[in-house]
């Protein structure tokens, strides 16, 4: 979108005016986004007023055809008057014609830049925003109602502007004509503009009811049409259920739009009727004046006609203002993200990060998440209001140096802030005290591009788009050429098995990944990552889901990727972080001890007795002895992902000969996976270890390690 659209457009949206009536505000926020279209509206105007004149000039010719005939007048006059009539219809046509192909531009054009100017907000939203936000109802605000405001302007504009031109004009030339006759029919003018204003109103609550049903029926979809979500209710049993509860927002929805049409339609046929009754008026009235002599015949006929073009652009105009209604209810939507506020914004002086080696530094950090009211909208979350409360400081004075190209280790118990202090480190949250800084500047000074070309991150479920190997792996290095790639691979480990897939690189990974097992996700991100050749790199338990043998394989492949560049490790596994250089033991937003294994271990304070309780809850976590480990398995045999003990489990299935809803174990085979021995058609089990079970997850995934 060009840039003096977006700044004229943010100008506006900093400032709603709430004593005023939103249409109002609304329009005037349309109507900044439109300055850089002016030279096109201004011809489209144009185009209209031409138009509105020849729908004149046709009533008032015909009058003059009338009187022609009435007075006797010669043969050719009459022709040379039709001959008049059939060009004006010609261009009325053809202008027509111009004038919706002007209109279909110029709305796909504003829709283009409001869409654009949309999605690139929605991008520089904080994290935050998204953790909150209901897909379906953020869509929503993207598709439906970007589409209703396009069908106000390609559907509704052309007929606005050449009906508001018909109706002046056509009211200069019926006063000319019979001042009176014109006075009368005016009397019933408020029977179109009474009933206008209140249908307008009462659209635009059906409409904002309809919107918000929509958006509450696509984040059902979103959600359970995902297949986390369809494994969730087929496993629990109530597609019925769902099916239900959808049909009933839905015949909401029906019901709205039955009252819409209803109450449209009842409007419209009600302004045919009073129109209907002014032409009566109009032919009573004028042929009393004709016979009396006071006015020519032909007058009467283009009054007529005239009265025609006057009530037609006003029916058309109370129609297009339900119309215009309704799409200012979808702009009013689409307005309310754009005036969702950024937290964290680029400064103006922003310089890039230092090249070479970088340290990593945090100073007396503290950091409290932001409140409901500060990254999101009551409709987006689809609740009632939002909490205004700010969240509890969950960082309080963390402050740790680590060298360039050092490793540095968060360890403590769950919601410690571990994950917290990787998050801002690239700047995926602004911190609220002290710095956070890399290779000496503060993050908040350094340019966004040069931040994420520097700092790279691995998550615990690292995120894979419905696309191509290729395409997720080019993400963080869209440059890299195919041996790059190659490379890449196989420094995680993952190399034969994308060569071994249908179409190697150009195999489709499936809806957040889905046709590969959570081993296999995990080490393309992990793949992703080395391709990016960052010189900070953040691992937030990034090989919880590898099984021993996979983990052992991949930690080799991060020694060698990791050399001369400094990390940051979130680890639940505490013998993943051994060798760091530094440990960092959080707890309750502080970091109570710092140090190497071996001094820490020697300390016996927190670290020592998180080892102790680990090591003695689940020895296999630590050391894993005995059998094959899926993706969160922790003891004896083949484990799937809610795998425990004792035999074989698939993901769903608990074990030793018990069949669950999904699979069996303990030698028995299904559609899903098998334990104890006994291979199927996706993977082994019973001793034999692999990243998910190892073999190819063809639907749902595999048990006996494989995670769905």
Avoid: C
Avoid at 101 to 130: C, K, N
Avoid at 192 to 197: E, G, H, I, Y
Avoid at 234 to 242: C, I, M, S, T, V
Avoid at 374 to 382: I, K, T, Y
Wanted: proline share 3%; charged share 20%; glycine share 10%.
């Amino acid at each position: 979108m060009e840039t003096t659209a977006w700044t004229q457009l943010h100008s506006v949206m900093n400032a709603r005016d709430a004593s005023r009536p939103f249409a109002r505000a609304t329009l005037r926020r349309i109507a900044a986004f439109t300055a850089p279209h002016r030279p096109r509206i201004t011809r489209f105007v144009l185009l209209g007023v031409v138009t509105a004149l020849l729908a004149v000039a046709t009533p008032v010719l015909a009058g003059r055809v009338v009187d022609a005939i009435v007075t006797g007048g010669d043969e050719g006059t009459v022709v040379r008057l039709a001959l008049l009539i059939a060009v004006i219809a010609v261009a009325e046509a053809a202008l027509g014609l111009l004038g919706r192909r002007l209109s279909a531009a110029l709305g796909e054009g504003l829709i283009l830049d409001l869409r654009t100017a949309v999605f690139d907000h929605v991008q520089r939203m904080p994290v935050a925003f998204f953790t909150r936000t209901r897909t379906g109802a953020l869509v929503s605000r993207l598709n439906n109602d970007v589409i209703g405001a396009q069908r106000a302007f390609s559907n509704t504009l052309s007929g606005v502007v050449s009906n508001l031109v018909t109706l002046v004009l056509t009211l200069g030339v019926m006063l000319t004509l019979s001042w009176q006759i014109t006075l009368l029919a005016l009397a019933l003018l408020p029977v179109f503009v009474v009933p206008a204003r209140r249908m307008g109103g009462r659209m635009a609550r059906m409409q904002r009811e309809a919107a918000t049903l929509d958006a509450a029926m696509g984040t059902r979809m979103t959600e359970r049409f995902s297949a986390p979500g369809a494994t969730l209710v087929k496993l629990f049993g109530r597609p019925a259920q769902e099916s239900e509860e959808f049909a009933a927002r839905a015949r909401r929805v029906r019901d709205i739009g039955v009252r819409t049409a209803t109450a449209q339609t009842a409007f419209i046929t009600s302004l045919t009727l009073v129109s209907s009754l002014a032409l009566a008026l109009v032919y009573g009235l004028g042929g009393w004046f004709a016979l009396r002599g006071t006015l020519e015949p032909g007058a009467v006929v283009s009054l007529a006609l005239l009265l025609t073009r006057l009530y037609a652009p006003l029916t058309a105009l109370a129609g297009a203002r339900v119309e215009v209604m309704s799409a200012l209810v979808s702009f009013e939507r689409v307005f309310e993200v754009l005036d969702l506020r950024p937290l964290i914004e680029e400064r103006p002086d922003a310089r890039d990060v230092p090249e070479g080696p970088v340290s990593v530094a945090f100073e007396d950090v503290r950091f409290a998440y932001p409140s409901a009211d500060q990254v999101s909208l009551a409709s987006l979350e689809e609740v009632a209001a939002l909490d205004t409360r700010g969240g509890e400081e969950v960082l309080r004075g963390v402050s740790f140096h680590a060298a360039p190209g050092t490793t540095t280790a968060l360890v403590g118990s769950s919601g410690a802030g571990k994950s917290t202090i990787a998050q801002l480190l690239p700047r995926l949250y602004d911190v609220d005290g002290g710095a956070v800084r890399i290779g000496g500047t503060d993050v908040r000074d350094l340019t966004a591009d040069s931040l994420r070309a520097t700092v790279g991150m691995v998550t615990q479920d690292g995120h894979l788009f419905h696309d191509t190997v290729r395409a997720n792996l080019l993400l963080s290095r869209p440059a890299a050429t195919e041996p790059e790639i190659w490379d890449a691979l196989r420094r995680a480990r993952l190399d034969t098995l994308v060569r071994d897939l249908p179409d190697g690189l150009d195999t489709v990974a499936g809806e957040r990944g889905y046709r590969l097992s959570g081993g296999e996700r995990q080490r393309l991100t992990i793949a992703r990552l080395l391709l990016a050749e960052q010189r900070v790199v953040i691992l937030d338990e990034a090989t919880a889901h590898l099984d021993n043998t996979s983990e052992a394989a991949v930690q080799e492949a991060l020694a060698e990727a990791l050399e001369g560049r400094t990390a940051l490790v979130v680890a639940h596994r505490l013998s993943t972080i051994r060798s760091a250089d530094q440990i960092l033991v959080v707890e309750a937003g502080r970091i109570v001890e710092r140090g190497r294994h071996e001094e820490l271990l020697a300390a016996g304070g927190r670290y020592a007795e998180l080892h102790r309780a680990r090591s003695t809850a689940a020895p296999d976590a630590e050391e894993s002895p005995g059998g094959a480990e899926g993706t969160t398995g922790e003891t004896g045999g083949v484990e799937g992902t809610a795998g425990e003990a004792g035999g074989a489990e698939d993901t769903v299935g608990v074990a030793d000969g018990v069949e669950d809803m999904v699979g069996k174990a303990g030698g028995a085979e299904d559609t899903v996976g098998n334990a104890g021995g006994v291979e199927d058609t996706v993977g082994k089990a019973g001793g034999v270890e692999g990243d998910a079970g190892e073999g190819r997850d063809v639907a749902v995934g595999s048990s006996s390690g494989s995670a769905v």
